[in-house]
């Protein structure tokens, strides 16, 4: 079983003298930093023995409960299990400002971190969606009661996405939350659709919007958040202290919402026209190329909203012919997103995944994959990439067989009804769709069978209990080996780090060194089990089973990302001597931080021995400690 901290944040909070006791918290690598009204209220030697805490500090103002590589844990912990507000998320977002990865990477982590905070309810309406098509497909009136009130609760939450996407996007860039949702009700106005017309204009500027508004979208209130965020930014420089309260939120709003508007929906109509003329053309030259590309392609167009451009042709079609071929191959794909989380729940080894990839799997059946696209597959990333193959192939076999449809029906397993021809009776379509479907479930189960799956939330199945305390005595795990200098410079003891977390060896043994260079390397070769968001700490893990945490300076945390550049991320492969981090080594000590940059086997009672007998200067990659 995965750890509950609920027990421990509680009695963290209950002894540093109460949530009425705690002015901020944040966090670093290792610790929990209070800022506490009264630190004489702290039971801080109750806290030292407390099993899953390590030991306490106070130091500049903070009262440090020291937790050790479950801090994160602990911290959500702490927010979930009080009314405590944590600052140190703000510390976080602005280390992520910084560019990360290549765009592909870095759009990914964007989008995975808006939609994480909601992602129960969104696996929860997907199954609600789910109940809804299944009365249906039973016969059920759309006019019933019962179905009225399940298709709010299952639709509502996709009908008014933006919504939500608005809350979590301010977060992210840092708008004012009730702004954000102010700007995402202007957008989705109820009669905003029907009252703007062709020759509609704003101060003789035309007004274009999506043909379905932005109902249901992603990408269009994401923009519209970011834009306003930047707008608020500089409203609070030039505006007036006495008059910010309500002057802020008023011109940021006045600015956004009809740049928003004028400017992302003209562009949302251009890129889905664009998108249905080069989906045509495809189609005309190659109806097997059309079905590859629009089956491997359909799950990023509906991202941005640009599934648009085929959409209204498709209902032209059944409208003037009683049949399409345009949407065909894209129906299927929903069951590749099914044959992925299947393989993810075998594979994976953390609970959260397998929690969340239940509900998921279940509401891709019937076709809803927002849930499995936005909180597993696309943060994965490669399980995302096997579906978006696997829906180009079974599209490959759509286009050849020319599968057709004779209306808009459900979705998922409940397309098929759909694909009978009304006039002749026959099933073909049903038979080569129900073929499709197969394709793209096994080659989804099979081609994610076959990658790697990474972790998401650093948090394995284990069965061990809510104790963070390291068992005694040396683990099978682990293999002597040598770790090497990750930095050059001179070095010292543990003993001589003005930390006493540190210098007492309550984090495992190591060295320290006072680096003569502003690039860390790494000592091992293994793989990136931490990186801290600021890029002051990183941990690691080598192949013979070390676990590694280096911390470059004391309190550097403190600068917010400033001076750091993380140049590996979270679970990535590395190898000895490969640069981890850069950091601007005179910029951080003209600010009169101590670089000392301790390095610590946090496994150390796995080993018998731990040689650290190594003194005076080194260059990276020397020798620096031995375990055995």
């Known amino acids: 079983m995965a750890k509950n901290y609920d027990e421990l944040a509680k009695d963290i909070v209950a002894h540093v003298g109460g949530e009425e006791n705690v002015s901020s918290l944040k966090h670093c690598v290792t610790r929990l930093r209070f800022v506490l009204k009264d630190e004489s209220k702290a039971d801080t030697d109750y806290l030292k023995k407390r099993n899953g805490v390590i030991t306490v500090a106070q130091a500049g103002g903070q009262y440090q409960v020291v937790i050790g590589n479950e801090v994160t844990d602990v911290y959500d912990a702490v927010l979930r299990n009080s009314h405590i507000k944590g600052v140190g998320e703000v510390a976080e977002d602005d280390a992520e400002d910084a560019p990360k990865g290549n765009l592909f990477d870095r759009f990914v982590d964007l989008i995975s971190s808006i939609f994480q905070p909601f992602l ?26 019962i179905y009225i009130i399940f298709n709010a609760m299952g639709d509502g939450m996709f009908q008014y996405l933006p919504f939500f996407l608005a809350l979590t996007a301010a977060r992210k860039f840092k708008l004012d939350q009730f702004t954000a949702l102010a700007l995402s009700g202007a957008m989705l106005y109820p009669t905003l659709t029907t009252t703007v017309k062709a020759t509609t204009n704003f101060f003789g500027l035309p007004i274009k919007l999506p043909s379905a508004g932005y109902f249901q979208t992603v990408i269009p209130i994401i923009l519209a958040v970011w834009f306003a965020s930047l707008v608020e930014k500089r409203m609070k420089k030039w505006m007036p202290t006495d008059i910010k309260m309500f002057a802020v939120p008023f011109f940021t709003l006045l600015i956004s919402v009809p740049l928003s508007i004028l400017l992302i929906g003209p562009v949302a109509n251009t890129l889905s026209a664009w998108v249905g003329v080069a989906f045509q053309a495809i189609y005309k030259f190659s109806p097997m190329l059309y079905g590859a590309v629009l089956g491997g392609l359909w799950q990023v167009l509906v991202m941005f909203g640009l599934h648009w451009g085929l959409v209204p042709l498709a209902i032209m079609d059944f409208a003037q012919k009683g049949w399409s071929v345009l949407l065909n191959p894209s129906v299927a794909v929903c069951f590749a997103q099914t044959g992925a989380l299947a393989a993810i729940m075998i594979k994976t080894k953390e609970k959260k995944v397998k929690e969340l990839a239940t509900p998921a ?3 891709s059946i019937f076709g809803v994959t927002e849930p499995a696209i936005y909180g597993i597959t696309l943060p994965m990333k490669t399980p995302f990439i096997m579906t978006c193959i696997a829906g180009a192939i079974q599209g490959v076999y759509c286009g050849l067989n020319n599968v057709t449809g004779y209306a808009m ?15 002749t009776g026959s099933f073909a379509s049903v038979i080569n769709l129900a073929i499709c479907s197969v394709i793209s479930l096994i080659l989804g189960f099979a081609l994610t069978m076959m990658t790697k799956i990474p972790t998401l939330y650093g948090e394995e199945e284990t069965t061990e209990t809510t104790e963070t305390t390291p068992a005694e005595g040396p683990s099978v795990t682990v293999a002597s080996e040598t770790i090497l200098a990750p930095v050059a410079g ?28 502003g690039l860390l390397k790494s000592p091992v070769d293994g793989t990136v089990s931490l990186v801290f968001p600021t890029g002051h700490a990183i941990g690691l893990k080598s192949k013979n089973g070390a676990e590694i945490l280096i911390h470059i ?5 403190e600068l917010n990302g400033e001076g750091f550049e993380v140049l590996v991320s979270k679970d990535q492969e590395v190898k000895g001597g490969q640069p981890l981090v850069k950091f601007d080594l005179d910029a951080i000590k003209a600010k009169g931080y101590d670089l000392t940059t301790p390095v610590i086997i946090t496994n150390s009672k796995s080993y018998q021995e731990i040689g650290d007998s190594k003194r005076g200067a080194v260059k990276a990659s020397d020798q620096l400690l031995t375990l055995s």
């Open 361 to 363: 799997l279940i509401s």
């Open 490 to 517: 001179e070095v010292c003891p543990l003993s001589e780090v003005k930390d006493e977390v540190f210098s007492s060896g309550a984090m495992g043994a190591g060295l320290a060194i006072k680096p003569s260079e």
């Open 553 to 557: 300076g004391m309190d550097t945390v």
């Open 120 to 145: 129960g309810a969104l696996c929860a309406a997907g199954m609600l969606k789910g109940i809804t098509a299944l009365l249906a497909a039973t016969g059920m009136a759309t006019t019933n009661g």
């Open 409 to 423: 029906g459900g979705m998922g397993i409940f397309l098929f009804p759909s694909y009978i021809n009304p006039k």
